[in-house]
């Protein structure tokens, strides 16, 4: 249907309006595009509507640095979450690649510099790092600790992809009452404490349950359990994995089979309101445009959704979303040389390369964000996405020996954001950055940035203040808030698709099919693959 045609159903508010459309989906995001695509090809009519002038929402790759040929993933950066079930029904022509290296971690503070380096391939090479820095009692723990977890998701896996079990029904599924009880129902801190001794070998765990989380692992609410739970579950394994091509690959890919089985995607379309009816307004060219869908999708976080239906103070149990985290950038001439002789650059790089996170400096770095006080050296997880993937770089470049680096920065609460002082909080961020990853190599890391056209160098920081104005992301959360169990409760309501599916809101023609639906967060497609599962039930 045309915009012209379209705009000429325009309804009254005493009326309920004509469909325009079967779906009208909000936010041409990852998960909006796994919605489009799913229900175009079982021959629906739809319209995704995307603020931004391309779509992918944070699952992009960019040109980060004028003049630089590389091509990083700008936001989101690896993929663990995206059933193949999804990469199958829709044919998507994507490639992850995995990584040999699950982590390396300096030791803080060693005269020698050596740290932990995992080596998925060498269980004997991963033992023997494991006592060179004091943790061989840890060896076999650690292992053991992961073969459960991988027990856990080779059990739930499956399940994210079908209606909502209820909790009784997903214990029943575990079968393991202890390792229930451990991550379902205790904080995740007491089953670190108990299963491993060294304080840098609990950090690599603790790390999978406060990325993206501003928590203890002591919380008693528990938002850390949740967090760990996604990280391990991914694919029965947990293994993340990197995108051939950029994380931009995965979008464009998903993009292309939408638009090949006939839905319209719209760019530059700015949604300003959406009615319980179905009615959603937007702006593009300067015009306003109306469409009606029979069922909306709102690929957008729930708090954005409220403001858009004007019920902003109608659900004030929801908890506020607030990120943790600040991101960096970086385009390197080389990668940096260690402290640790004994560990190639390139195996400590290869997979994820924990700098101060170990278990006492994350809970210390938690305690002092929350008393308003920046960690001198922060938390980081560093990714080198040009070892595993070169293709992102320019033939020439890559050649030269130049590697992207990935930094994602903990505890650094959007509390601390205002728009008054953003600049000068990401410049104190990207300064703690930098220092966090010099303490552990042998060389500054600033003398290694290459530069762009005008002569700057490549580094770009982005706080939850960025990612909020950029991405319409509230405080650049990028879960889109609060994340929740991968199950309904047992008294929960599972009386309509919506609800079965875990993408139900207020209204019966609205659904929620981003990262704040049930089984949201991350790069998945399961939100929108659900929500288009309980509209086709519908």
Same mark, same amino acid.
């Given at each position: 249907?045309?915009?012209?045609?379209?705009?000429?159903?325009?309804?009254?508010?005493?009326?309920?309006?004509?469909?325009?459309?079967?779906?009208?989906?909000?936010?041409?995001?990852?998960?909006?595009?796994?919605?489009?695509?799913?229900?175009?090809?079982?021959?629906?009519?739809?319209?995704?509507?995307?603020?931004?002038?391309?779509?992918?929402?944070?699952?992009?790759?960019?040109?980060?640095?004028?003049?630089?040929?590389?091509?990083?993933?700008?936001?989101?950066?690896?993929?663990?979450?995206?059933?193949?079930?999804?990469?199958?029904?829709?044919?998507?022509?994507?490639?992850?690649?995995?990584?040999?290296?699950?982590?390396?971690?300096?030791?803080?503070?060693?005269?020698?510099?050596?740290?932990?380096?995992?080596?998925?391939?060498?269980?004997?090479?991963?033992?023997?790092?494991?006592?060179?820095?004091?943790?061989?009692?840890?060896?076999?723990?650690?292992?053991?600790?992961?073969?459960?977890?991988?027990?856990?998701?080779?059990?739930?896996?499956?399940?994210?992809?079908?209606?909502?079990?209820?909790?009784?029904?997903?214990?029943?599924?575990?079968?393991?009452?202890?390792?229930?009880?451990?991550?379902?129902?205790?904080?995740?801190?007491?089953?670190?404490?108990?299963?491993?001794?060294?304080?840098?070998?609990?950090?690599?765990?603790?790390?999978?349950?406060?990325?993206?989380?501003?928590?203890?692992?002591?919380?008693?609410?528990?938002?850390?359990?949740?967090?760990?739970?996604?990280?391990?579950?991914?694919?029965?394994?947990?293994?993340?994995?990197?995108?051939?091509? *950029?994380?931009?690959?995965?979008?464009? &890919?998903?993009?292309?089979?939408?638009? =090949? !089985?006939? %839905?319209?995607? #719209?760019? $530059?379309?700015?949604?300003?309101?959406?009615?319980?009816?179905?009615?959603?307004?937007?702006?593009?060219?300067?015009?306003?445009?109306?469409?009606?869908?029979?069922?909306?999708?709102?690929?957008?976080?729930?708090?954005?959704?409220?403001?858009?239906?004007?019920?902003?103070?109608?659900?004030?149990?929801?908890?506020?979303?607030?990120?943790?985290?600040?991101?960096?950038?970086?385009?390197?001439?080389?990668?940096?040389?260690?402290?640790?002789?004994?560990?190639?650059?390139?195996?400590?790089? *290869?997979?994820?390369?924990?700098?101060? &996170?170990?278990?006492?400096?994350?809970? =210390? !770095?938690? %305690?002092?964000? #929350?008393? $308003?006080?920046?960690?001198?050296?922060?938390?980081?997880?560093?990714?080198?996405?040009?070892?595993?993937?070169?293709?992102?770089?320019?033939?020439?470049?890559?050649?030269?020996?130049?590697?992207?680096?990935?930094?994602?920065?903990?505890?650094?609460?959007?509390?601390?954001?205002?728009?008054?002082?953003?600049?000068?909080?990401?410049?104190?961020?990207?300064?703690?950055?930098?220092?966090?990853?010099?303490?552990?190599?042998?060389?500054?890391?600033?003398?290694?940035?290459?530069?762009?056209?005008?002569?700057?160098?490549?580094?770009?920081?982005?706080?939850?203040?960025?990612?909020?104005?950029?991405?319409?992301?509230?405080? $650049?959360?990028?879960?889109?808030?609060?994340?929740?169990?991968?199950?309904?409760?047992?008294?929960?309501?599972?009386?309509?698709?919506?609800?079965?599916?875990?993408?139900?809101?207020?209204?019966?023609?609205?659904?929620?099919?981003?990262?704040?639906?049930?089984?949201?967060?991350?790069?998945?497609?399961?939100?929108?693959?659900?929500?288009?599962?309980?509209?086709?039930?519908?």
């Amino acid at each position: 249907m045309t915009e012209a045609s379209t705009d000429a159903t325009q309804s009254t508010a005493d009326a309920t309006p004509e469909p325009t459309h079967d779906v009208v989906i909000v936010g041409g995001g990852h998960n909006g595009l796994t919605a489009a695509a799913y229900l175009a090809k079982a021959g629906l009519s739809v319209i995704v509507l995307e603020r931004l002038g391309v779509v992918g929402g944070a699952a992009v790759s960019a040109q980060a640095f004028d003049g630089v040929d590389a091509w990083l993933s700008r936001y989101s950066y690896l993929v663990s979450l995206l059933p193949q079930r999804i990469i199958d029904d829709l044919g998507l022509r994507i490639t992850l690649a995995r990584r040999r290296y699950s982590s390396y971690t300096p030791v803080p503070g060693d005269p020698d510099g050596f740290g932990l380096l995992i080596d998925n391939t060498d269980a004997e090479a991963t033992a023997a790092s494991f006592a060179r820095i004091g943790a061989a009692e840890d060896a076999d723990s650690f292992a053991d600790f992961y073969e459960s977890t991988t027990e856990l998701a080779r059990s739930l896996w499956p399940t994210v992809t079908e209606p909502l079990l209820t909790r009784s029904e997903a214990k029943a599924l575990v079968n393991d009452d202890e390792l229930w009880q451990a991550v379902f129902e205790r904080p995740i801190g007491e089953l670190i404490e108990s299963r491993l001794h060294n304080d840098l070998v609990r950090g690599v765990v603790a790390t999978d349950a406060l990325i993206g989380t501003f928590a203890s692992v002591d919380d008693p609410d528990l938002p850390q359990n949740r967090c760990f739970l996604y990280h391990v579950i991914g694919g029965g394994t947990g293994d993340w994995d990197v995108p051939v091509g *950029g994380m931009g690959t995965v979008t464009t &890919e998903l993009a292309r089979v939408a638009r =090949d !089985a006939g %839905a319209r995607i #719209v760019t $530059g379309a700015e949604v300003t309101s959406i009615r319980p009816d179905g009615t959603v307004d937007y702006r593009r060219k300067k015009h306003d445009r109306r469409v009606v869908g029979r069922h909306v999708l709102a690929n957008v976080a729930p708090e954005v959704l409220d403001r858009l239906l004007g019920e902003q103070d109608a659900q004030p149990s929801r908890a506020k979303a607030e990120g943790a985290q600040v991101k960096v950038n970086l385009l390197l001439k080389r990668l940096p040389k260690l402290r640790d002789s004994s560990v190639d650059p390139a195996a400590a790089f *290869g997979g994820t390369f924990h700098i101060n &996170e170990t278990y006492s400096q994350l809970e =210390d !770095a938690y %305690a002092g964000a #929350v008393r $308003g006080v920046m960690a001198e050296l922060l938390p980081c997880e560093i990714y080198c996405h040009s070892l595993t993937d070169p293709s992102i770089l320019d033939p020439d470049l890559a050649a030269s020996g130049a590697q992207t680096l990935t930094v994602f920065g903990l505890h650094t609460p959007d509390r601390w954001l205002s728009e008054a002082n953003n600049d000068a909080t990401r410049e104190r961020l990207q300064k703690s950055v930098l220092a966090s990853l010099n303490s552990v190599l042998a060389e500054p890391i600033e003398d290694l940035l290459l530069t762009d056209a005008e002569g700057r160098p490549c580094i770009e920081t982005k706080t939850t203040r960025d990612l909020e104005l950029a991405l319409n992301m509230p405080g $650049g959360n990028i879960f889109h808030g609060p994340l929740s169990w991968p199950f309904a409760e047992d008294d929960d309501d599972l009386a309509t698709p919506a609800q079965r599916w875990g993408v139900a809101t207020r209204h019966p023609r609205i659904l929620i099919c981003g990262a704040g639906a049930r089984r949201g967060g991350a790069v998945s497609g399961i939100g929108g693959h659900n929500a288009a599962m309980a509209v086709l039930e519908s």
